[in-house]
């Protein structure tokens, strides 16, 4: 396993947001993380990268207990990161936002011509500011950010967000590219159809608790599971 949350409660302030969530992702593996808005989605997300408090239970990450450790300790270990908001910097180019995002960690360096030859459209505007491209583009910047920083894990939270469909559906064709290159991959997606398509093994989420886990394609076949899990 490349990750694995074992029974963590998280809290935000004296509030309990996660009750007791385990899962774990294999290397090379492409899990789902489905559930209603507010199920606590995100928040798992926030838990791995140190963003919320984790007073009980263990996280580890290629074999190592990070449940306590900064969020850059956590980034430098091999943990990516494209969050539903892109957060890349509006003022820098792309090139730019590119190469202040690498690092070397154990796993396998991305290169910026290999994250073009993922998106191409990114060669031809790497001397942009980030602030005069559209949704999908930033949206590209932020995966090759993310790859550029070489992940054994890549978080992805609601990736097609905000995207016209053509673009969506490149985001998803590129987790399976990421999957083929031995890149794990934690997605969580508001298109939980398409979630399950690019996924091996999905976990689905109510009220801050795992309510359902298995294979992607059970999912995707049982319509009546799937309609009383996700609604669709």
Known sequence: MIL?????HTFYGETEVLFGVSLEIGAGEVVALLGPNGAGKTTTLRSILGLSSVPS?????????ITRSPTHEIA???IGWVPDDRR????????RNLSIARKKT??????????????????YLKH???ENLS???MQMVAIARALVGSPGLVLFDEPSQGLAPKIAQDVMRTIGKLKREGVSVLLVEQNPLAALAAADRVYVMDKGRIVHSGAARALTDD??????LLGV
């Open 128 to 130: 942009r500011e980030c």
């Open 76 to 78: 430098r270990a091999g």
């Open 135 to 137: 949704g999908g583009e």
């Open 4 to 8: 694995e949350l074992r029974d963590i």
């Open 106 to 123: 154990r796993f396998r360096a991305w290169s910026e011509k290999e994250c073009f030859e993922l998106f191409s459209a990114l060669e």
């Open 223 to 228: 319509a009546t599971l799937r309609t009383r």
């Open 88 to 95: 890349i910097f509006p003022t820098l180019t792309v090139e």
């Open 57 to 65: 239970g263990e996280i580890l990450f290629d074999e190592k207990n």
